[in-house]
């Protein structure tokens, strides 16, 4: 597989952008050299890159294109939205359709308002949590993703030790952990802010147990802390009401964002109608957020979800992936661990501490025109069939054969 053109693209981005390709779509956290660096175009379930490859595509923008790309009734939405005008000096209708869209599918939300971006919208509900509370402490969840404000960005640069002066994180699933920082606290907790399932970078999966769902509910309705539901990367893909109703969770707040408009820039947070006051008086705003095309598309995207089952089919299309990647891995002799939910699957190397052999196996697979990420979870596309399953599972099993001249697998 040739990668000349994305080559040749990184060299002059490098040359006038900081690190050329920045933030999660950097190759530096893929497989630098042996994937693709720029998109030319998208199609249903598969992309085509700049050098004319073309894939099928397991990462759909890192989660965003839940219904594949150009599904057209998303689309027909966003462009008759689009012809009207855009950046408005004021909202359209389609603010208020959406927030009432939003409060009718989920069921604790009572208000809802809209941003472009997740991270917008988690830095905005630890404001609201400190609004409501009077308290400055947030507890997180140690490696979760939540954005790249100096709170919890993962990155290390232009940071200072008071920026996470109040924020305190714990295990996933450690409810001794958490119970301690409620205690250790008391009186000085805002929220608890953590995703429905733990899917960290570098690492497997991790559902939760019953019990530390649960002891989320309890801890934070006994001390008086606003529960934070960051559901950016799962919500409207394991259900179409929200993730807190597969798990148990009862949300004060929660956050969605990446299938809530099949690709089109769009976030909302919804919350209960006992914070809506404090809520108003937390400032939020941005020159591109009541832009009613990703509006159009959201409503439109939420309509299908519902009306198509779309969770129900991911799981089953991400159930026979999974369980085709793990027969071949089992008939060629490499041992592999599945994680997270079917629709939102993570397969990796066992005993690969350093990841490399996945790298390799990574590597190969892309090689053959499957685009998964060695260290990072997928998501499957409703946009895919089962046809689409098989023939990526078919390419996989040729990787597979080739991985005994391959780094790290040849003998």
């Known amino acids: 597989m040739n990668f000349d053109q994305s080559q040749a693209l990184f060299r002059r981005a490098a040359a006038v952008i900081p690190g050329g390709i920045y933030g999660h779509t950097t190759p530096a956290a893929t497989v630098p050299g042996a994937v693709p660096y720029f998109a030319a175009e998208g199609f249903g379930c598969r992309y085509r890159d700049v050098d004319g490859n073309v894939f099928i595509d397991f990462m759909g ?49 009572d208000w809802a308002v809209f941003a472009k971006n997740g991270a917008d919208l988690t830095n905005w509900s630890i404001m609201v949590a400190r609004e409501v509370t009077g308290r400055p402490k947030i507890l997180k969840i140690r490696g979760a993703y939540h954005g790249t404000a100096a709170w919890c960005t993962p990155g290390h640069g232009g940071l200072i030790p008071s920026d996470r002066v109040d924020i305190a994180d714990f295990p996933f ?7 301690a920082l409620f205690a250790q606290h008391r009186g000085q907790v805002a929220g608890l802010i953590l995703t429905p399932f733990h899917h960290p970078a570098f ?84 020159s591109y957020w009541s832009d009613p095309a990703p ?5 439109a995207t939420l309509d299908i979800i519902a009306r198509e089952q779309i969770p129900q089919r991911l799981a089953l299309l991400g159930q026979r992936f999974v369980d085709g990647f793990l027969a071949l891995g089992k008939k060629h002799g490499v041992d592999l661990i599945a994680s997270g939910p079917p629709a939102m699957p993570y397969l990796r190397v066992k005993d690969d501490p350093s990841f490399m052999r996945t790298q390799a196996l990574c590597t190969a697979i892309v090689a053959q ?24 599972l078919r390419r996989i099993g040729i990787a597979f054969d080739s991985l005994p001249t391959t780094p790290h697998f040849a003998s």
């Open 61 to 109: 923008g890192y989660g965003p294109l839940v219904l594949g790309y150009h599904h057209p009734e998303v689309e027909a939405a966003a462009h008759a939205a689009r012809q009207l005008g855009a950046a408005f000096n004021h909202p359209t209708p389609l603010l208020v359709e959406l927030a009432e869209k939003l409060t009718q599918r989920i069921d604790f939300a």
């Open 203 to 286: 690492a497997d999966s991790v559902l939760p147990t019953p019990e530390f769902v649960a002891a989320c509910n309890r801890l934070c309705r006994e001390h008086g802390a606003l529960q934070i539901l960051d559901d950016v990367r799962c919500g409207f893909r394991l259900t179409a009401d929200g993730s807190h109703s597969l798990y148990g969770y009862k949300p004060d707040l929660a956050i969605y964002c990446k299938a809530l408009a099949n690709g089109h820039p769009i976030s909302a947070c919804v919350g209960r109608a006992s914070h809506k006051a404090a809520a108003s008086r937390v400032f939020l705003t941005g």
């Open 295 to 299: 509006m159009a598309a959201a409503l």
């Open 369 to 392: 025109g499957v685009f998964i990420h060695p260290h990072h979870n997928w998501f499957i596309s409703a946009a895919m069939t089962e046809a689409d399953i098989d023939e990526a």
């Open 173 to 179: 699933n450690d409810i001794t952990a958490l119970e």
